[in-house]
């Protein structure tokens, strides 16, 4: 039961931090500008968000993402990650940020098969949700802490890093 | 208004693993550093094969068992025993590159070979870079023009979140734990395995002597915050076996706001 929270934790931490990585890349909090998430759509940033956006999301790792410009310049952009496979099964989030900051997480594939996940599910994700964001939303370009080994590599919030920047 | 259109900032990045870890290198100036990133993975392996107590065939191993002189010995060899020698010095003898009665500088090698692949990469031209390698780090320049690099201190308890975040330019930054391998650092003196922290991190001007002093620091244990503050390291950050903080030199004047999450 732990184990399965722990899981997820780094897994939507790990989607946190990609996303926190992306904007930082554009400049900060000068993100790109407003919108309405099309989770199913190809991604078809708007002309005013500019190149930078167009190239940054064409690199990232992220499936899909769409960003306009509303005339109130509210700044609201919605990414749907990979699915990342985790032991439990496959756990797939999306993100939503408005004015530069991660305003929610929600898992859109998590373990469902087991009633029992099912059941642990239902109280751990909202909870994960909020641990996520106060753990990622801060933009972290590199990450220190004691040795990790190469197989330990995988599941560390630099290898989140890592694949955040390919 | 529009917001202002930034170009995406030239990154190149390359993960290798070496070493039993594995080595970030990310370079935000722009240009081509196809070159010099394959210089900085031959460097590392090379180190690698020089000093590895793991390899039968490294230098290390060799002089070990006496089948290789000294002067025969790839000139690094001295480089880093000579380094060793001074920290051991510095610190009191809690750092040490002798164990159980064999030489073993591991503890200063992956520090050391970072420091040196970012001087490599300066060399060639990037003043803006990052060269991490199993938690370690040696940072140069900026992470994007007027932008600090912004670390995050990974959580000694279950290292996946981030405990403080701090902004440093130009600097290094290493942490000694026990968080995944155990406690695999020990007490100079006894022997024995110290479990009195969680980590210790420390921010220096130079990854070798970064590296060196978080590990001597973790070893004394208790002690740790106390001479961390008579050293010349620019801050450091002391936790706890209980997850109590300690903050050390200018440590809190380098913490950046963790944002907070919104309340929904």
Known sequence: ?166 | MSPPVTPAPARARRMEHCMGTVFTVDIRDSGRWDEAMSDVVHWLHHVDGVFSTYRPDSDISRLQRGELAPVDADPDVAVVLDLCARYQAVTGGWFTPHLNGRIDPTGIVKGWAIERASDLLRECGSAHHVVSGGGDMQLAGEAAPGCPWRVGISNPRDGQSVLEVISVRDAAVATSGSAERGAHIVDPFTGRAVDALSSVTVVSSRLTLADAYATAAYAMGEAAAQWLETTDVDAALVVGSQGTRCPVSAWSAMVAPMPQPPSW
């Open chain 1, 1 to 166: 039961l732990r184990r399965i929270a722990v899981s997820i934790v780094a897994t939507i931490t790990g989607l946190v931090l990609l996303l926190s990585f992306k904007t930082h890349g554009l400049g900060g909090t000068t993100a790109p500008a407003a919108a309405l998430a099309s989770p199913t759509g190809s991604s078809t940033p708007a002309a005013t968000t500019g190149s930078g956006k167009a190239k940054h999301t064409s690199k990232s790792s992220a499936k899909h993402a769409t960003a306009t410009t509303s005339p109130t310049h509210a700044t609201v952009s919605t990414t749907t990650g990979d699915a990342v496979q985790t032991r439990y099964g496959p756990v797939q989030v999306r993100i939503t940020v408005k004015d530069g900051k991660l305003t929610r997480v929600e898992p859109t594939e998590y373990p469902q098969t087991e009633p029992r996940d099912v059941q642990i599910n239902d109280y751990a994700i909202p909870m994960l949700d909020r641990e996520a964001l106060a753990a990622g939303a801060a933009t972290i370009d590199v990450v220190s802490g004691a040795t990790f080994t190469s197989d330990g590599y995988i599941s560390s919030l630099q290898s989140a890093l890592d694949k955040a920047g390919l």
